[in-house]
């Protein structure tokens, strides 16, 4: 019986295709990798940039041979050919062992059977009608990675970012000058992108940072590129659509906001080592996306819904260990103009990570009463996002993770959990998504 | 207690048994938290094999290297995390029987033992990669927590039978277990248990937030050899509290053979339950509860115990 250990990577944009991928997963009982060295499939959500960016080439040669790549170009992919659409990267042959010397030829010469010419071309097709391919290459939006250079400068050798091959965050090779750290030592430091490829963690966003042993002593956010015309991010999407002036029913957002949250949860459940209550946020996260108006949320998943808000309330050794970490007070979150689960936990509380996931708790519990709630949303709902909510979030990232400890650092992230979605220009017409909006103009625009 | 030759042969493969139920027992238990329940026999025995389905995977996959690794060191700390475990066990009885039941019994399975701590800072080193560096230290600051707590529960169980031969505890536990009269020893002992073999709210060395930290660069056979070497480490230092606490293979009816594998069973089920039920403890924090509360509770009890021991 065959058995794959996945590393799902997403890009910004591709929220719904990593839904459809995860749930494929728990379908198959196909383990998620924690790193590309446990991986043997590599699932790339959304169509694979080209030319192949650094990070991507990057982490496909992270993982041991042989190695495959499939991108899931539409959720409909994960679920009726997973392994359908492996992938070849382009240019990698040619451009990838001079780069990178320590790599023998051969692996990559392994990489290129004849079977995956074939799929490739049926990719290349797939993307034509695209446009938006042709200026991929140049796009650049505010969070780009490049726009951190400048509060690195003095750090260390610029030339050298390109050569990090740490967007997995794997490699130390920026191994830097000495310098005092937090406590007075002088430590070496180093200069690493975690990047998109780590597991649980916020699709497409780009941590550069120096680091000082294990504790962070600068950091900037930035985010690869998204998948252009990806549609409306995701979580946002019924307000966005009823903002258009199209039939949203209060329950759809509310099952959409309530996925959100256990969708964020899982994530930092993970990454707090909680293993097995991050599975089960995941599991009801998909059971309440999967409802309809038709096909209400099943009673056993509201049981197991109050069950799992409770017993991560009522876990002190959670609640000791994010407790005080992670603060963003009201007046920054004022100053930075952060929105969603932040603000309100400024407001209610110290603003620490706690009090983050108390919210998303709350914010849980709370969205069960609507989910069968058929009265319309209004379309200027005080609930549709500021655009993009994530901005803040990543602006706030620097002072918040400076003097973190690594695992501290991990946590305070996924409790802001910036969702790059929001960042990722809307298309300009609705071509094949399944929630498509309505085209803008047919309705009241929002503001 | 008596020494037999078919005990060196035995060992390693009871071992190497119990681990993979345990591991079979852990992905019944991880699967029903991420799949739901096990709908049919069928599924909940592919679920129970599936540690044994990656191990097949894992044995079938070419090794990938990190740019100027050192591979030897990856390969002697993997290597030496089962090898510790084995090594450890050689002073496990089963029933009255074990490899060798040397008068220092109990030092030598806490030397074997801390062989983990090289075991894992190498692996860690070794691939020269940020995220595994970052897990090997983080045992060396689980060990300078856990350490000191570990060693003073096993010298109170030393005291309570007034020697370190691992034979003369299990004889002096023939009327009360020593965990009934000793409960914060090997309540600490369970805890350090936990985390010798780096598992459960201990897994911070190879923790999700890192990437599996030190295990974050292994594939193929290394990683097979690590994480089978971590089974067999908790384990063996599961079935040490057995003849420490638990009367070794002392009780009625059943013969001790049977007591040593139920009551092992037991301790075992439990520290694969614990992992369930918790989240990963970051150092930082249980580096200040071992220090303030788990190594002064600790020492009063063995302060209690010294007392017993004399007046008795």
Redesign the interface.
């Known amino acids: 019986m065959e058995l794959r250990t996945v590393l799902l990577v997403a890009q910004p944009g591709t929220t719904e295709i990593r839904l459809a991928a995860e749930r494929e997963l728990r379908r198959r009982a196909w383990p998620l990798a924690p790193s590309p060295a446990a991986a043997d499939l590599l699932i790339l959500c959304g169509p694979p940039p080209i030319p192949t960016p650094p990070w991507l080439a990057t982490l496909h040669t992270q993982l041991p041979p042989p190695r495959t790549l499939v991108a899931l170009h539409t959720p409909d992919q994960a679920a009726t050919g997973l392994l359908a659409h492996p992938v070849h990267l382009e240019g990698q042959g040619a451009e990838h062992p001079a780069q990178r010397p320590a790599q023998r030829p051969a692996e990559h010469a392994e990489d290129e059977g004849h079977s995956e010419h074939a799929a490739h071309e049926e990719h290349r097709e797939h993307e034509g009608p695209h446009s938006e391919h042709g200026e991929h290459g140049g796009h650049e939006d505010p969070h780009s990675e490049h726009g951190g250079h400048g509060q690195h400068g003095g750090h260390g050798d610029h030339g050298n970012h390109g050569d990090h091959g740490g967007h997995a965050g794997h490699h130390m090779e920026g191994m830097a000058e000495r310098g005092d750290d937090r406590d007075g030592l002088r430590l070496d430091r180093w200069e690493l992108a975690y990047g998109p490829g780590l597991a649980d963690w916020p699709a497409g966003l780009v941590l550069r940072v120096v680091m000082q042993g294990d504790v962070v002593q600068e950091a900037v956010a930035g985010s690869v590129d998204g998948v252009p015309g990806s549609g409306a991010a995701y979580w946002h999407e019924p307000w966005l659509r009823a903002a258009r002036g199209a039939e949203v029913t209060c329950g759809e957002a509310a099952r959409r906001r309530c996925g959100a949250r256990l969708d964020s949860l899982g994530r930092l459940l993970a990454v707090a080592g909680w293993a097995d209550q991050a599975a089960r946020a995941r599991r009801l996260r998909d059971a309440v996306l999967a409802a309809t108006a038709s096909r209400p949320v099943d009673p056993t998943v509201l049981g197991a819904l109050s069950a799992l808000t409770r017993r991560v309330r009522r876990s002190r050794t959670l609640r000791w260990l994010t407790r005080g970490l992670g603060q963003l007070p009201a007046a920054r979150v004022r100053a930075l103009g952060v929105s969603g689960p932040a603000m309100v936990a400024a407001s209610e509380g110290a603003g620490d990570v706690y009090d983050r996931i108390r919210v998303w708790l709350d914010e849980t519990d709370g969205s069960t009463a609507l989910f069968t709630d058929t009265g319309p949303l209004p379309p200027d709902s005080a609930a549709l996002p500021q655009h993009p909510p994530s901005a803040p979030l990543l602006a706030a990232l620097p002072e918040m993770l400076a003097g973190a400890e690594f695992a501290c650092a991990r946590l305070v992230l996924a409790s802001l959990d910036p969702d790059l979605d929001d960042a990722v220009p809307a298309p300009a017409h609705a071509h094949g998504h399944p929630h498509a909006p309505a085209p803008a103009g047919s309705g009241p625009s929002h503001g | 207690m008596a020494d037999a030759w078919w005990s060196v042969l035995a060992l390693p493969v009871m071992l190497v048994v119990a681990a993979c139920v345990a591991a079979g027992f852990d992905a019944l238990?991880?699967?029903s938290?991420?799949?739901?329940p096990a709908g049919s026999v069928r599924v909940w025995g592919?679920?129970a094999a599936?540690p044994l389905?990656?191990a097949r995977?894992l044995l079938g996959?070419?090794?990938?290297?990190?740019?100027?690794a050192d591979t030897a060191l990856v390969r002697v700390g993997t290597a030496l995390l089962p090898t510790a475990a084995l090594l450890a066990g050689a002073v496990l009885p089963l029933g009255f029987t074990a490899v060798s039941d040397p008068g220092v019994g109990i030092v030598w399975f806490n030397a074997m033992e801390a062989l983990a701590w090289a075991a894992v800072w190498l692996t860690g080193w070794g691939p020269?990669?940020?995220?595994?560096?970052?897990g090997g230290?983080?045992f060396l600051a689980l060990g300078l927590a856990y350490e000191l707590p570990h060693m003073f529960a096993l010298t109170t169980a030393g005291l309570g039978a007034g020697s370190l031969r691992v034979g003369e505890v299990v004889a002096a536990q023939e009327g009360l277990w020593f965990a009934v009269w000793m409960p914060v020893a090997f309540a600490v002992y369970l805890l350090s248990a936990l985390a010798m073999a780096f598992w459960g709210?201990f897994?911070?060395p190879v923790?999700?937030?890192?990437?599996?930290g030190a295990?974050?660069?292994?594939?193929?056979v290394d990683?097979l050899v690590f994480f089978g070497g971590r089974w067999l480490l908790l384990v063996v230092a599961a079935a040490f509290s057995v003849p420490l606490f638990l009367g070794g293979g002392h009780g009625p009816l059943l013969p001790a053979w049977a007591w040593t594998v139920v009551k092992t069973a037991a301790v075992l089920a439990l520290l694969i339950g614990v992992r369930?039920a918790?989240?990963?403890?970051?150092l930082?924090?249980f580096m200040g509860l071992a220090w303030m509360v788990l190594l002064p509770l600790v020492l009063l009890q063995a302060l209690a115990v010294s007392v017993v021991v004399v007046l008795r």
């Open positions: 238990l991880g699967a938290a991420a799949y739901g592919t679920r599936t389905r990656e995977r996959q070419p090794a990938r290297r990190t740019k100027a020269n990669a940020a995220l595994s560096m970052i230290y983080r709210p897994d911070q923790g999700a937030d890192a990437a599996q295990a974050a660069e292994l594939s193929g990683r369930r918790l989240p990963t403890l970051r930082d924090r």
